[in-house]
């Protein structure tokens, strides 16, 4: 059953990919005033843990993602677009915004978007070679609702917004915190040709709490079992954050390594502040000698080109998130993950990942668990030119 459903799920993606081929080969056409698009992701995990861990989750699969969204670009320079997630264990808005792009290299974005503080929350999930973000994210807000004006060039990318909380209705961020927060990000490509680029960047972020609640935990590498992770445990006294990164990424030609450190400052009003770190570094090789494409404007490397039979890839990580014990919880997570990655095409995936999770939670006892899992994805998402 799991082969056909992937088998299926690959053939519905190889034609809507045909139909586009037939589309981009047509005759010019005039540029219209208003060009509406469409656009789709749908993706299917799979997961079990080796030991026999209660951890086990119950189902055997899991329809992580299935979003489907609309744009409109208004001549040359405008767009609307929205998109929702109709998955239950992320069901909502994701990209709902309006962006103006007055010149080539400038683009100015109101709506519901990523922060992109660090390197890890500015590759789009279609383009990890991970079915999961790394632990480290627990630091970094996640998608929220804001201003955000990039700048960038073939050598530099910069990036400042104002962002507020979750969505429409006011959802807290990743951590647990509404408020309003200002957020830069730059990173230099100072040389370096396609065939062997290395880029190197800095994040900062400034959030002011209102309500002074603030909780955060670390992920498990799947959303499909309840993994006894490390958290901060819920504070009510919370002022304001200060969270900052340091990355780094080269891709010389087949390669990919990738690396970033992530520290957050937790300043509370009636108590000691205290300080979180994180950081996670990746390498993958992709065998067929394929090569990712980098992206100016987001300032990391993303798909996988890749046409029939495919492209084939192996990926190693480490990633680690260590919470501050001062205020009576907290921890360290260390997760391990090696990924075997195919690329039929550059807009699906099948992955495979062995994943090991290491708990060590201050005054209980440690926890592991090791994770085998498999995701089949398709995702018919244009990526916008930079």
């Given at each position: 059953m799991?082969?056909?459903?992937?088998?299926?799920?690959?053939?519905?993606a190889?034609?809507?990919?045909?139909?586009?081929?037939?589309?981009?080969?047509?005759?010019?056409?005039?540029?219209?005033?208003?060009?509406?698009?469409?656009?789709?992701?749908?993706?299917?995990?799979?997961?079990?843990?080796?030991?026999?861990?209660?951890?086990?989750p119950?189902?055997?699969?899991?329809?992580?993602?299935?979003?489907?969204?609309?744009?409109?670009?208004?001549?040359?320079?405008w767009?609307?677009?929205?998109?929702?997630?109709?998955?239950?264990?992320?069901?909502?808005?994701?990209?709902?915004f309006?962006?103006?792009?007055?010149?080539?290299?400038?683009?100015l974005?109101?709506?519901?978007?990523?922060?992109?503080?660090?390197?890890?929350?500015?590759?789009?999930?279609?383009?990890?070679?991970?079915?999961?973000?790394?632990?480290?994210?627990?630091?970094?807000?996640?998608?929220?609702?804001?201003?955000?004006?990039?700048?960038?060039?073939?050598?530099?990318?910069?990036?400042?917004?104002?962002?507020?909380?979750?969505?429409?209705?006011?959802?807290?961020?990743?951590?647990?915190?509404?408020?309003?927060?200002?957020?830069?990000?730059?990173?230099?490509?100072?040389?370096?040709?396609?065939?062997?680029?290395?880029?190197?960047?800095?994040?900062l972020?400034?959030?002011?709490?209102?309500?002074?609640?603030?909780?955060?935990?670390?992920?498990?590498?799947?959303?499909?079992?309840l993994?006894?992770?490390?958290?901060?445990?819920?504070?009510?006294?919370?002022?304001?954050?200060?969270?900052?990164?340091?990355?780094a990424?080269?891709?010389?030609?087949?390669l990919?390594?990738?690396?970033?450190?992530?520290?957050?400052?937790?300043?509370?009003?009636?108590?000691?502040?205290?300080?979180?770190?994180?950081?996670?570094a990746?390498?993958?090789w992709?065998?067929?000698?394929?090569?990712?494409?980098y992206?100016?404007?987001?300032?990391?490397?993303?798909?996988?080109?890749?046409?029939?039979?495919?492209?084939?890839?192996?990926?190693?990580?480490?990633?680690?998130?260590?919470?501050?014990?001062?205020?009576?919880?907290?921890?360290?997570?260390?997760?391990a993950?090696?990924?075997?990655?195919?690329?039929?095409?550059?807009?699906?995936?099948?992955?495979?990942?062995?994943?090991?999770?290491?708990?060590?939670?201050?005054?209980?006892?440690?926890?592991?668990a090791?994770?085998?899992?498999?995701?089949?994805?398709?995702?018919?998402?244009?990526?916008a030119?930079?």
């Amino acid at each position: 059953m799991r082969i056909i459903l992937a088998a299926g799920m690959l053939v519905l993606a190889t034609a809507g990919e045909a139909r586009a081929a037939e589309t981009a080969d047509a005759p010019a056409k005039p540029a219209p005033v208003i060009n509406l698009s469409a656009n789709a992701r749908l993706t299917v995990d799979t997961v079990d843990l080796v030991d026999s861990s209660p951890y086990q989750p119950d189902d055997v699969f899991d329809l992580s993602s299935a979003r489907f969204g609309a744009a409109a670009d208004i001549g040359r320079a405008w767009q609307v677009r929205a998109d929702y997630e109709f998955a239950l264990s992320s069901r909502g808005w994701r990209n709902a915004f309006v962006q103006y792009r007055p010149t080539p290299g400038l683009s100015l974005r109101l709506g519901n978007q990523n922060t992109g503080l660090g390197l890890d929350e500015a590759t789009p999930d279609s383009a990890s070679s991970f079915m999961e973000r790394s632990t480290s994210v627990a630091l970094a807000p996640g998608r929220v609702t804001g201003l955000q004006i990039d700048k960038w060039t073939d050598r530099q990318t910069l990036r400042f917004g104002v962002y507020g909380n979750r969505e429409l209705d006011e959802l807290p961020d990743r951590r647990g915190t509404r408020g309003h927060s200002v957020l830069g990000r730059a990173v230099l490509r100072p040389r370096g040709t396609i065939e062997n680029a290395y880029a190197v960047g800095a994040s900062l972020e400034y959030r002011d709490v209102s309500g002074g609640r603030f909780r955060t935990r670390a992920r498990s590498e799947s959303d499909m079992f309840l993994f006894g992770g490390v958290e901060t445990g819920l504070l009510l006294d919370v002022d304001h954050l200060v969270a900052a990164g340091v990355e780094a990424q080269w891709n010389p030609g087949p390669l990919l390594f990738a690396g970033e450190y992530l520290t957050l400052g937790v300043h509370r009003a009636l108590h000691s502040s205290l300080r979180h770190n994180g950081w996670n570094a990746l390498a993958s090789w992709i065998v067929t000698g394929n090569r990712r494409t980098y992206r100016n404007n987001s300032a990391a490397f993303i798909n996988v080109q890749a046409e029939w039979p495919g492209a084939l890839e192996l990926g190693a990580r480490v990633s680690q998130v260590d919470f501050d014990p001062s205020a009576g919880n907290g921890g360290r997570q260390t997760n391990a993950a090696l990924a075997v990655d195919w690329y039929p095409r550059t807009s699906m995936q099948v992955k495979l990942e062995l994943a090991r999770l290491f708990v060590h939670p201050w005054g209980a006892p440690s926890d592991a668990a090791n994770v085998v899992q498999l995701r089949v994805q398709a995702d018919f998402n244009t990526v916008a030119p930079d």
